[in-house]
């Protein structure tokens, strides 16, 4: 049974990776499961200089999903290179970079440090919703998109992995605006742009007003913009939005997903992604798969 | 070191109308928890709802492997693990957060919680009693009468138990705080420990900096992995620029901080 997948030139043992944002640099997971088990790790946003990020509170529970409004907290590329790279790299797991920025030049400097370092490629995030300049700004068009990735594509050698936001009307337009710059992936969805309100208080319970839904409230829209971008784009694509078992893994395989992250999932249980592996290969021999590359892109529509 | 197991409910216990008290086959966890630690508690195997519940631990048996939680029953989360029951086994991670109460031979402490908050110190309490020669004053503020709980255990671990009712409707009318404050003028504590509703947390951490006297607080705030992955539960560093402020995370740098480091 082949579990291995080649995303964009990255070859992992198997198509699970686990989202940025939901695993840190590892660290902390580590503790409590075999993180050598996971095809990648993408690692938590991660940019230029360290970022503070939002005022709590910064998360909110809603049904079957959660709001965050982190606002990209992180300790800034150097400190990642000198503290958590050698970390990560004790592990047998490919490790992907997600790199966000505020401008262009701003993307372009951090992928210049990020060419130099041991890692197995870069997911560029222009798709997080919860810092006002740069990132969503950038996601949301062909021109967007293209131009951003262009200038990051000039001074990176590594996979290029673009992510993008479902907060489009056409998330067919971004996903050729990465393509047609030379990105070697797409990863889609980022969280989706949403708000809660509390009723006594008349006020929105996240600090930051609006925040980025996730979980398994979102699966469905995760796999119809996965199908969507799969027949507008050659290159292939790094599926996410709501995940938690195998079988939600096989149903982004069918839309078109290479790969994917288990991102809230994580939260749900530690474990969330090394059952998932467990699951796809139960799925595989229950269905007589040889090889999971098979079932990419095999949905058969009504 | 942090572990995820299923933990055997062996005792459930109403201590008021929304307060239970669950004590768990934790052995693991028993063994390395220390004051002020808590546990992300799944009420249930299913996706709705979707987050684990931080919640504080009340008590560590260590040589029989059990720890005791207690929680109030506040939404949808809380009503579900009210409904467990004993022989049932719970998806628990712990012990979390890396900030604890500090255990240490003291000359004498002061120990202050309100409502709900005042089930992490009881821990504290015991383990200052049980290892240390401290002497330990413990005030306990609740609303209203019947909202006292644990009176009988607090007496137990502290040389002296001074209970509040902000009604007067049992013992002391008024806040604990203010007694904490009276009797500390008298005779100086080395340490203020505390734990409980915003506004009486921010009264003893403003009291403390005044005078000088070293504090340890526990705090709570909204957390989705209680792991330090999500970078969720935020609070503010002492003394950050407004334009440019500065966090910890509870679940990380906390729950416990010296209450010269938190802005609350």
Redesign the interface.
């Known amino acids: 049974m082949n579990l291995e997948v080649n995303l964009a030139g990255i070859k992992m043992k198997n198509p699970v990776t686990v989202a940025s944002g939901t695993f840190g640099y590892g660290r902390e997971y580590s503790e409590l499961i075999d993180i050598s088990k996971l095809g990648a790790i993408v690692t938590k946003g991660t940019s230029l200089k360290p970022k503070a990020g939002n005022k709590p509170p910064r998360v909110y529970e809603t049904t079957a999903g959660m709001l965050n409004s982190i606002g990209l907290q992180n300790p800034g590329v150097e400190y990642f290179a000198q503290n958590d790279l050698p970390f990560l790299r004790k592990f047998d797991t490919k490790i992907i970079v997600n790199a966000c920025g505020s401008t262009q030049e701003e993307y372009v400097e951090l992928c210049k440090i990020l060419n130099t370092l041991d890692i197995d490629g870069v997911e560029l995030n222009l798709s997080c919703p919860n810092v006002k300049a740069g990132c969503m700004a950038f996601g949301t068009t062909y021109e967007g998109v293209k131009q951003i990735t262009s200038s990051v594509r000039k001074v990176l050698d590594k996979p290029l992995i673009v992510k993008l936001t479902p907060n489009v009307t056409n998330i067919q337009e971004p996903a050729k605006g990465a393509e047609d710059a030379g990105a070697d992936a797409i990863s889609l969805i980022n969280t989706l742009l949403g708000m809660s309100i509390d009723i006594n208080t008349r006020r929105p319970h996240l600090a930051n007003n609006m925040g980025g839904l996730s979980g398994p409230a979102i699966k469905p829209v995760g796999v119809r913009m996965v199908y969507q971008a799969h027949n507008a784009v050659k290159i292939p694509i790094l599926g996410l939005g709501g995940i938690v078992t195998g079988n939600d893994v096989i149903e982004y395989m069918l839309a078109g997903a290479t790969a994917i992250s288990i991102g809230t999932g994580n939260f749900i249980s530690p474990d969330t992604s090394i059952k998932a592996i467990e699951q796809i290969e139960e799925y595989m021999r229950k269905n007589k798969i040889e090889d999971i590359n098979e079932i990419i892109g095999k949905v058969q529509m009504n | 070191?942090?572990?995820?197991i299923q933990a055997k409910i062996i005792k459930k216990e109403k201590l008021l109308n929304d307060l239970y008290k669950f004590s768990v086959e934790a052995k693991e966890i028993a063994e390395s928890a220390k004051p002020g630690n808590f546990i992300e508690v799944?009420v249930q195997n299913s996706?709705?709802?979707?987050?684990?519940r931080p919640i504080s631990i009340y008590n560590i048996e260590k040589e029989q492997g059990i720890i005791e939680f207690i929680f109030q029953v506040k939404g949808k989360g809380t009503n579900i693990l009210a409904q467990r029951e004993v022989g049932e086994e719970l998806?628990i991670?712990g012990p979390l957060g890396y900030g604890t109460f500090t255990i240490k031979n003291y000359n004498k402490v002061a120990i202050i919680g309100g409502g709900i908050g005042t089930f992490p110190l009881y821990e504290l309490a015991k383990e200052l009693k049980q290892t240390t020669n401290t002497k330990v004053d413990t005030y306990i503020g609740f609303r209203t009468k019947e909202l006292v709980v644990l009176e009988k255990e607090f007496e137990q671990v502290s040389d002296n138990l001074i209970i509040t009712t902000d009604d007067g409707s049992y013992k002391t009318k008024g806040f604990a705080i203010n007694e904490l404050k009276q009797n500390v003028e008298k005779e100086p504590v080395d340490m203020i420990f505390a734990c409980g509703p915003l506004p009486m947390l921010k009264a003893v951490q403003s009291y403390a900096i005044e005078k000088n006297i070293p504090c340890q607080i526990s705090l709570e705030?909204?957390?989705?992995?209680g792991?330090?992955?999500?970078?969720?539960?935020?609070?503010k560093t002492k003394n950050s620029p407004q334009d440019?402020?500065?966090?910890w995370h509870v679940c990380k740098a906390g729950p416990v901080f010296d209450a010269t480091d938190v802005e609350i």
């Open positions: 070191m942090k572990v995820n799944r996706i709705e709802p979707l987050l684990r998806d991670i705030e909204k957390m989705a992995c792991l330090g992955v999500c970078l969720g539960c935020a609070v440019q402020p500065q966090y």
